[in-house]
């Protein structure tokens, strides 16, 4: 199984451990990478949504789950290529927010694939020539 970065929905998918397609590959990963690998802009979206509704219990259960997986950062690349996406998907008028393309630069500047359920907002960033590789854990069990 080839390592990847879960997008924000599969990770929540994860956690509250409602679909079980995603729980047996998310276990299979496991078992194979010992850890999740994520962006930094996964980890704030996250807090953000358990701290807007001020559930401290959960940002801190949160932040304890992703102490033990690897979190990769937003460095110089990681927001330029993000600035890029951004720009283009605001000047042919489809954009998809700030925090996906972020995500999406992640995956591309480790050349790592992004698992993730929204493929309607991250295909569009490789309608554009963006060289991101796509998976889809609630529809296809990833090969690798």
């Not at 998310?26 to 701290?51: C, D, I, N, P, Q």
């Not at 801190?60 to 951004?86: K, N, Y």
């Not at 309607?120 to 889809?136: A, C, M, T």
Request: net charge negative.
């Amino acid at each position: 199984m080839t390592q990847a970065i879960l997008d924000t929905d599969i990770l929540s998918e994860i956690i509250r451990a409602k679909n079980s397609h995603v729980a047996r590959i998310a276990e299979a990963y496991l078992k194979h990478h010992s850890r999740f690998t994520m962006s930094a802009m996964t980890l704030t979206e996250m807090v953000a949504g358990w701290h807007k509704i001020q559930d401290a219990w959960r940002t801190s259960t949160l932040l304890t789950f992703f102490e033990r997986h690897e979190i990769l950062p937003i460095r110089v690349e990681e927001a330029t290529v993000a600035g890029r996406i951004i720009g283009d998907l605001e000047r042919l008028g489809i954009p998809i927010g700030t925090m996906d393309p972020f995500i999406a630069a992640t995956s591309i500047v480790n050349e790592l694939p992004l698992v993730t359920g929204n493929m309607r907002h991250f295909s569009r960033i490789v309608d554009l020539g963006y060289p991101l590789e796509l998976l889809n854990w609630c529809e296809t069990i990833p090969h690798g």
